[in-house]
Each structure stands twice: as C-alpha cells, then as structure tokens.
C-alpha cells in the first residue's frame, strides 16, 4: 500500500511539473518580448528631432514646445516660465507625442 502511496506522489509531481512549461507560459513570453521591442523601437524612432521650428530643434528646448522658445543656452521659456531641457536629454529617453 505504501509503495502505490509513494508511485501516486511521484506521478503528481511529475504531472505538476509538467504544467509549468506549458506553452500560455510560453505565449506570455513571446508576447512581453514582442512589446519590449515594439518600445525599442518607438524610442528609435523618436531619438530625432520631432519637429519644426526653433522650439523643436534648439540646443535647449521647452518641454511644452512653446512656439517662439527654444536657445542655443539653458534657461527658461519666455512663454510658460518652464526650464528648458537639453534636446538631447529631451529625445534620449524615446520622447513621444503620440498617446
């Protein structure tokens, strides 16, 4: 009886093992590695200027693209009084207008 007992148990460990490498596992997987390079590649595409104009492709840029901001020096936006941030630093973080 107790070598029924210990079979029993050492097939359900063996089935529940199993169950783990299912393949909704391996969907899952695919489907996060498939939005990590779908963001890759919307930072790559937006790591240019995204704009016309001086307050899209000054040294420093308003955060809010003001019309009429943007310097080759830092400061702030003569429009709305917010700092303005190194263009690179502004699109080096994949900088996006899209929603």
Same mark, same amino acid.
């Given at each position: 009886? /107790? =070598? ?13 093992l199993g169950s783990c490498g299912?393949?909704? %596992? ?7 590695? *498939? ?5 890759? *590649? /919307? @930072?790559? *595409?937006?790591?240019?200027? &995204? %704009?016309? %104009? =001086?307050?899209?492709?000054? @040294?420093y840029v308003c955060?809010? &693209?003001?019309? #009429?901001? #943007?310097?080759?020096?830092? +400061? =702030?936006?003569?429009?709305? %009084?917010?700092?303005?941030? @190194?263009? @690179?630093? &502004?699109? =080096?973080? +994949? &900088?996006?207008?899209?929603?």
């Amino acid at each position: 009886m /107790r =070598k029924l007992f210990y079979l029993l148990t050492i097939c359900a460990m063996v089935w529940m093992l199993g169950s783990c490498g299912s393949n909704s %596992g391996e969907s899952n997987s695919q489907e996060s590695m *498939d939005q990590q390079e779908a963001a890759t *590649d /919307r @930072a790559m *595409d937006t790591t240019s200027v &995204h %704009g016309n %104009g =001086k307050e899209y492709t000054s @040294a420093y840029v308003c955060p809010m &693209h003001c019309e #009429g901001s #943007g310097s080759d020096e830092p +400061g =702030k936006c003569p429009v709305c %009084g917010m700092d303005y941030v @190194a263009q @690179a630093d &502004h699109i =080096k973080d +994949g &900088h996006s207008h899209e929603n």
